[in-house]
């Protein structure tokens, strides 16, 4: 994953907030609305994009493409920043390769420890019986 070169192919689109600001919201557009183009890419490896298209499936548009919006800011440029590092921490989290999981067999001393345990099980349970009759 290069991010300059993911940085360039990113578009930032300021677009008017919502909630509540008075005149000021009314007249300044500090929302920021970030566009990223997954399949179309030349940042990522094909495998990368794969893992992302299949990772990202419901958060992508038909066509691939990654929005994501920030307003917590007053500032455009703040919210600029912000969208930018969640753009940055979701690439980063759905690319990484899960471990893959190896079947281990039990060990002596565990398999020692169950047989110690269902023994010690099956004594109390007896111990609970009423007594026979010889």
């Known amino acids: ?57 419901p958060q992508l548009t038909n066509e691939g493409v990654l929005q994501l919006a920030a307003q917590e800011s007053r500032s455009q440029f703040r919210n600029k920043a912000l969208v930018t590092e969640r753009l940055f921490a979701i690439l980063t989290k759905n690319l ?13 001393g565990s398999k020692i420890k169950n047989a110690k345990n269902k023994a010690r099980q099956s004594e109390k349970k007896n111990l609970r019986q009423k007594p026979g009759l010889e």
């Open 96 to 108: 990484i390769r899960p471990k893959v999981r190896r079947a281990t067999k039990p060990t002596r």
């Open 1 to 57: 994953m290069d991010k300059e070169l993911i940085l360039n192919e990113t578009v930032f689109k300021a677009v008017r907030s919502s909630g509540a600001g008075g005149q000021h919201v009314n007249k300044v557009a500090s929302k920021v609305v970030l566009t990223f183009d997954v399949i179309n890419s030349n940042g990522l490896s094909e495998s990368e994009k794969r893992r992302l298209l299949k990772n990202l499936a």
